[in-house]
């Protein structure tokens, strides 16, 4: 059984910082590329960085300098840094490997 769970959303100011993580199990991780995608209110979904199976970052452009995607095998987590939050970083984020999707995890930046 595929599972993707996040964790680590919350609410902080902006200019702070949070960690998102991507547990996965039931999948051949490191073979896989995993990436995270947020969704605002209102807004369609959108990606904000993967992290290819050779461990190679990959970003969009308006996190880029801000959040950095890194990957543990020992553990089967991708993690999630962003620093220098803005309240338009304000969603909830979803880690995905393109056929599988996690229930999401809310982050909230407060100005």
């Known amino acids: 059984q595929v599972q993707l769970v996040e964790s680590g959303g919350g609410l902080v100011q902006a200019g702070g910082s949070l960690r998102l993580s991507c547990a996965a199990s039931g999948l051949a991780f490191r073979a896989i590329d995993i990436g995270w995608h947020r969704q605002a209110p209102g807004k369609e979904r959108e990606w904000v960085a993967s992290i290819l199976h050779n461990g190679r970052p990959i970003y969009e452009d308006s996190v880029k300098g801000r959040f950095t995607i890194s990957r543990d095998s020992t553990k089967n987590t991708v993690y999630l840094q962003m620093n220098s939050l803005k309240p338009e970083d304000t969603a909830v984020y979803y880690c995905?490997?393109?056929?599988?999707w996690g229930q999401g995890t809310q982050v909230t930046v407060a100005s």
């Open positions: 995905t490997d393109r056929h599988y």
